[in-house]
């Protein structure tokens, strides 16, 4: 009997939104290395375009589209597109997203609270919304089946200063998640949310890690001691998406090297 490969994507299409740098092209990148077919969403045409060179190189179809998750319009006709260009979704993640603003929140004008509920809440729903509206059809259709994958935050477990905005939308996702597990389950949709540490993205290099304070507390306090990178996450990205998954659902997987585990790294 043939033994196949344990997270074969082969034939299978991801959609992920924040793609170009960064965790969505660490999660792009490990779906891309097995085998699965890559749609990356990004407001910036000019690094989408970039990424998908990338992700080409390891075999698979990309397709790319700047889009704004924060726009609700936006979002249906690019996943009309990508449905249309690539045939089918079988999986969405939804990691766009926009840092927190780190005014103390007694002093966070309203401007800032929305602007990151707008991209990192809202634009998460807009996304997962449509990508269940597919999902659904192709069950109507004989073809059932998908997997949604949110990017969160250890401020869903964790208290954090001057993020409120950030955690409100994140612990937000993280009980959406749940619900979308316990409604859609039985319609072959599988939702989980990935709650990623102290994560380095962008040109790292050793000089700029050894001046950063944070490498110092990691170091010397943390399980793992180092940073994390998009790299960490290219398998749970690739593992959540395959049928080796196919009994998980509806939790929340933190990695952070131990931190949020451990009382030393308080």
Not at 87 to 92: E, I
Not at 109 to 130: C, D, F, I, M, R
Not at 221 to 242: H, K, Q, T
């Amino acid at each position: 009997m043939a033994i196949g490969h344990l997270f074969d994507l082969s034939g299978r299409v991801a959609l992920v939104t924040g793609a170009n740098s960064g965790l969505g092209l660490g999660f792009a990148e490990g779906i891309a290395r097995c085998g699965g077919d890559v749609v990356v969403w990004g407001r910036r045409e000019d690094a989408n375009a970039r990424a998908a060179d990338h992700l080409k190189s390891f075999g698979g179809r990309v397709h790319h589209r700047p889009v704004d998750v924060s726009d609700e319009d936006a979002v249906r006709a690019g996943f009309a597109d990508a449905v249309e260009v690539m045939g089918r979704v079988d999986c969405v993640i939804a990691n766009a997203g926009i840092m927190p603003t780190h005014e103390r929140y007694h002093e966070m004008p309203s401007a800032s609270w929305h602007k990151v509920l707008a991209v990192n809440l809202h634009g998460a729903h807009y996304t997962l919304q449509e990508g269940i509206r597919h999902m659904l059809a192709r069950k109507e259709a004989g073809d059932p089946g998908g997997s949604l994958m949110v990017c969160g935050s250890l401020s869903t477990r964790l208290g954090v200063p001057r993020i409120e905005n950030y955690a409100a939308a994140k612990g937000a996702l993280a009980s959406v998640v749940r619900c979308i597990a316990a409604e859609y389950g039985r319609d072959g949709i599988r939702a989980n949310i990935v709650l990623p540490g102290f994560i380095r993205t962008g040109e790292a290099t050793k000089e700029s890690e050894a001046d950063n304070p944070f490498t110092k507390m990691l170091e010397e306090r943390a399980p793992i001691p180092r940073w994390g990178y998009p790299a960490d996450f290219a398998g749970v990205a690739a593992y959540l998406m395959s049928d080796a998954a196919s009994y998980h659902t509806g939790d929340l997987i933190t990695i952070d090297g131990g931190w949020s585990s451990s009382v030393f790294s308080r």
